[in-house]
């Protein structure tokens, strides 16, 4: 070795202090790093730390039950287990989703068109991709806890209805979430939960619904549950009672049978809706786990309209029930004088054109005052009275007595009816209105247009002497609006002895007389289409006339409503629609004596509304004790009585 | 000839910073691996440092002179076993970098390491000038290579790269010229610059190299995927806060999200589990080390000696600086562990055979 490294002492000290300072930098450098991330990014990653570690399951709150005005329940809850898929690792998802389609039977596509609907979703959140798991489904995820970590079990309440339609459209149904809603919600809404969709359901979310809680289990990096944290409990949606009584309801369902057309029974007094029924009806439990397209679609296409609550959204015409409006009228403008009285032939010719009466052609009515009038329902003498008055009279005692104005019933998308006038016909045709078409609306043809709703609170608010309670379903309402229109002492008592003897003195409703009840009402038959159309088309079923009753017990200021729409049944409205409402009063009195008797506190004590109302299934032992309680009307019976 | 050097010479802090931070090290073992598995890695790493510190004191006693005159022959040894790796080799985790050697599996590359240090310590002590002429700094850099080269095709990116800094560390000191400074510091901006942009990453880098790379550039692209590991340890060091989670309370690191949270990324569990303030302490300790390390190379008797130290300094400092700035996703990872805290047989030798070298020239400062 020609050169020796030994004994050089040339030590570069200056650079060696260069590398001390590059070690401080370097090592500050460093700490800078783990503060930015230790101390001004630690919240961000504190998160980032649970949401790995920690799984949240939701725990779905029970929707708030319904019960009747004795607390009897009417929808309430069965639970029933989803599958959700977890999709915090979309490579093992992808990898195993062929198997998880073969073990729950669901087709790959499907479940491939769900994962991409999700696709915005974070990926922490699971998927239901099941709603309705069977036992065998159950046994599947259980058996294959290990090797497809990916499926858990959902435990939701399903909601149950009664059968049949039972009260359907009323209380409406559940359904998940719209994407509007959602965008609607302020976030208080989440893709796949389940909502009220139409009728109390939607009217009363807010209280039904209850707030989910949350299971969250602490899962190490293979995704294996380690521990579990205290669970987040749901709390539970509150219950609702409403004012509807079963036992009329009962009654009101299965008097109008399975003929379209809908029955509202009020309590004019409170403006407690008692019993309400619209026919067709879907049945709501279809709707409560996922509906399918097919069946959507059928329900939209029929031309019967199942989805249509007939109660608050038929808007037809009210026929010779209106015949009270324009009474009213009469009497309190005294034009024509009470003690007015025409000829009826069978027909009449006003402004140059015929308008016949209900009889023409069969019979005509003679001379007939306006208690005859009522009795009879007698289009003549009316044809008279309105072409007297003019349209504006009829459409301020129309308008104040709630046609065309919607009641504020607590149901959504109720419509409003309308009450035509001549600032009607300037601003929606631009035109003048035509005398004529005056005398058709005072018997209620024309364009007048009213809802099962509105004739019941219209029919016990005149007979209460102008007091017009706002119909409300929920027991415990608040606020409940009035709207009181004067009528005179006189009036009130002329028009209500006409509607006594409608039933009770040989009128059109002549069938219908209940011993011991002062069973009062109108009936009305309204044309779909006019006399002169009806003659062109020949007597086809759908175009017959809709049958109209409103009967109400008893005569004066009475305790109960009930309007009854059949539609075209082919028969006149005391005959298609009175025995229906003659059957929820009968049931109404025959329940209202049995309580006075005692006899049916035994029902009452069983239930403690709001607090211990036993389950639905508890309810077929009721039924049976308040089936003695009132006479159910079968559908033979009903026949006979429209003989 | 001389007097043996007594106890007094050795460096008793420098003891003292090792044996901290090797403390750290295995009470983060512990917590890292308790409940599992892997439960008891902290004493099998105990004894590792034992051995580790037997072999610094035997090294120690060795005079220094003596290893450098053997530098060409070691280096001929450590290109030899190289070689042989590649062929005799066992293949771990996808790579060959394991020799058997009296039962245990030693990795290779890191007593290359050792070697190099020796090796560029004897040939700067050799340039006679002040400054560093073009020839030597090239033929420097050939030697360099080859063992380098050799390590990368194992492939062993992480321990090829620690090469570098002790070619560059020993450059400066040994008195590089400015203008070669500047071109070799272009061609490396070049070199890291062709790394990071695809088209030319291509054809230099191996496919699991690149993927390091993009999953090193955009962490949060696929948290399961490729960029995982850093997401994860970041999550860790982030979510600990500066007071920390607590000493086996990490979940990060208790639920196993940190990837090989005994080893490369300790410093993620233990920046977790102990907060910035642990952090603190840990970094710190570091830094005392290095600069402890540059004033024994100050104080040193000779020249060589001190590019001995020097060596050990750069390879050490750069182990810190690539290891905790990945744990912080400031670096992609390159698989280089934590010098003393992180787990393994043969890092831990080859830290104590290195700090055994620098205690040579450190008992050695007042002999003639």
């Known amino acids: ?643 | 000839m001389k007097d043996a050097p007594g106890t007094r010479d050795y460096d008793w802090w420098l003891i003292a910073i090792l044996l901290a931070i090797c403390t750290l090290g295995v009470i983060e073992i512990y917590s890292a691996t308790q409940g599992s598995t892997l439960a008891g890695m902290h004493t099998k790493q105990i004894r590792w440092l034992v051995v580790g510190f037997i072999l610094m004191f035997v090294l120690s006693r060795l005079d220094y002179h003596l290893i450098l005159d053997q530098a060409w022959i070691l280096y001929l040894v450590g290109v030899v076993a190289l070689i042989a790796v590649l062929f005799f080799g066992h293949t771990r985790f996808g790579a060959k970098r394991w020799l058997p050697v009296v039962g245990e599996l030693f990795q290779v590359s890191e007593l290359v390491k050792l070697i190099i240090i020796i090796w560029l310590a004897r040939f700067f002590a050799e340039v006679r000038t002040d400054e560093l002429s073009l020839r030597d700094l090239i033929k420097a850099g050939l030697l360099v290579g080859l063992p380098l080269g050799l390590i990368l095709k194992q492939p062993d990116l992480g321990t090829a790269l620690v090469l570098m800094p002790l070619l560059v560390v020993g450059a400066f000191l040994g008195g590089l010229q400015w203008q070669h400074a500047t071109v070799i510091t272009l061609a490396g901006a070049l070199l890291v610059g062709s790394v990071f942009y695809p088209p030319v990453s291509k054809h230099l880098l191996k496919p699991y190299q690149r993927e390091r790379i993009t999953s090193f550039l955009h962490p949060e692209e696929d948290a399961k995927g490729s960029g995982y590991q850093l997401l994860q340890s970041k999550i860790a060091v982030g979510s600990g806060g500066f007071w920390g989670k607590g000493f086996r309370n990490g979940t990060q690191n208790q639920l196993g999200y940190i990837p090989v949270r005994y080893s490369d990324f300790i410093m993620s569990a233990w920046a977790e589990e102990q907060g910035f303030k642990g952090v603190l302490i840990a970094l710190g300790l570091y830094m005392a080390l290095l600069l402890r390390l540059v004033q024994n190379a100050q104080r040193a008797k000779d020249r060589a000696g001190m590019f001995l130290v020097m060596g050990v300094a750069a390879a050490l400092g750069f182990h810190v600086l690539v290891n905790v700035a990945m744990v912080i996703g400031a670096m992609p990872v390159t698989g280089i562990p934590l010098p003393l805290m992180s787990y393994g047989g043969s890092a831990t030798l080859f830290v104590f055979l290195a700090i055994g070298l620098v205690m040579n020239v450190r008992i050695r400062r007042f002999v003639n």
């Open chain 1, 1 to 643: 070795m020609s050169y020796s490294f030994r004994n050089d002492n040339r030590l570069p000290q200056a650079r060696l202090a260069v590398v001390s300072y590059v070690i401080v930098g370097m090592i500050g450098l460093l700490l800078i790093g783990f503060w930015k991330l230790q101390v001004i990014d630690s919240d961000k990653y504190s998160q980032w730390a649970d949401r790995n570690r920690i799984r949240s399951i939701p725990v779905i709150a029970p929707r708030g039950r319904m019960l009747d005005r004795d607390g009897r329940v009417l929808v309430d809850n069965y639970p029933s287990f989803s599958v959700l898929l977890l999709r915090d690792d979309p490579t093992l998802v992808l990898k195993q989703l062929p198997m998880i389609a073969e073990g729950l039977g669901v087709p790959l596509n499907d479940l491939a068109d769900q994962l991409d609907n999700a696709r915005e979703l974070p990926k922490f959140q699971p998927i239901v991709i099941k709603p309705e798991a069977t036992p065998a489904d159950v046994a599947f995820i259980e058996s294959h806890r290990s090797d497809i970590p990916l499926l858990e079990m959902l435990m939701v309440h399903r909601r149950r209805y009664l059968p049949n339609g039972f009260m359907a459209h009323t209380s409406g149904y559940v359904g998940e979430v719209s994407e509007k809603q959602i965008e609607d919600s302020n976030g208080k809404f989440r893709p796949g939960d389940f909502v009220g969709k139409t009728g109390l359901e939607r009217q009363y979310n807010d209280m039904l619904q209850g707030t989910d809680g949350m299971r969250r289990v602490i899962v190490n990096s293979v995704g294996k549950e380690v521990d579990r944290l205290p669970t987040q409990e749901a709390i539970p949606g509150k219950q609702i009672q409403l004012t509807i009584d079963y036992d009329l309801q009962q009654v009101a369902e299965q008097s109008l049978g399975v003929r379209p057309g809908a029955v509202v029974a009020l309590d004019p007094r409170s403006g407690e809706v008692l019993a309400m029924v619209s026919r067709p009806t879907p049945d709501p439990n279809n709707f409560a786990i996922r509906i399918s397209n097919e069946e959507w679609k059928r329900l939209n296409d029929d031309p019967l309209h199942p989805l249509l609550n007939r109660t608050i959204q038929a808007q037809l015409a009210p026929g010779s029930v209106f015949k009270i409006v324009t009474a009213t009228a009469m009497l309190e403008d005294r034009n024509p004088p009470e003690s007015y009285t025409s000829f009826c032939p069978g027909y009449g010719t006003f402004y140059g054109r015929q308008f016949k009466c209900w009889v023409f052609g069969k019979k005509s009515h003679g001379t007939v005052d306006l208690k005859e009038a009522i009795k009879e329902s007698c289009d003549i003498f009316f044809y008279n009275v309105g072409m007297r008055l003019g349209i504006d009279r009829l459409s301020y005692y129309g308008g104040h007595v709630g046609i065309g104005h919607k009641t504020g019933i607590d149901l959504p998308s109720e419509e409003s009816g309308l009450m035509p006038s001549a600032e009607w016909a300037e601003r929606v045709f631009h035109r003048k209105w035509y005398a004529g078409e005056t005398i058709s609306v005072s018997t209620g043809q024309g364009a007048v247009t009213t809802t099962p709703l509105q004739l019941a609170r219209m029919i016990g608010g005149i007979a209460s002497g102008g007091v017009f309670k706002q119909p409300h379903l929920l027991k415990d309402a608040q606020n409940v609006g009035e709207e009181r229109f004067h009528i005179s002492e006189s009036t009130t008592q002329k028009i209500t002895d006409a509607m006594y003897a409608v039933v009770n003195e040989g009128g059109t409703g002549g069938s219908l007389k209940l011993a011991g009840v002062e069973l009062s009402g109108k009936s009305g038959t309204a044309q779909v289409i006019g006399y002169a159309t009806r003659e062109r088309f020949g007597k086809q079923k759908k175009f017959e006339d809709n049958a109209w009753f409103v009967g109400y017990a008893p005569r004066r200021d009475p305790e109960i409503v009930v309007a009854v729409l059949v539609q075209e049944s082919g028969q006149h409205g005391g005959t298609a629609s009175g025995p229906v409402a003659r059957d929820i009063i009968k049931a109404y009195y025959d329940k209202k004596t049995k309580k006075l008797d005692g006899q049916i506190t035994a029902d009452g004590k069983g239930f403690d509304p709001g607090k211990t109302a036993p389950p639905a299934t508890a309810i077929q032992p009721v039924l049976k004790q308040s089936g003695q309680a009132v006479t159910v009307p079968t559908r033979a019976r009903v026949e006979e009585n429209r003989r």
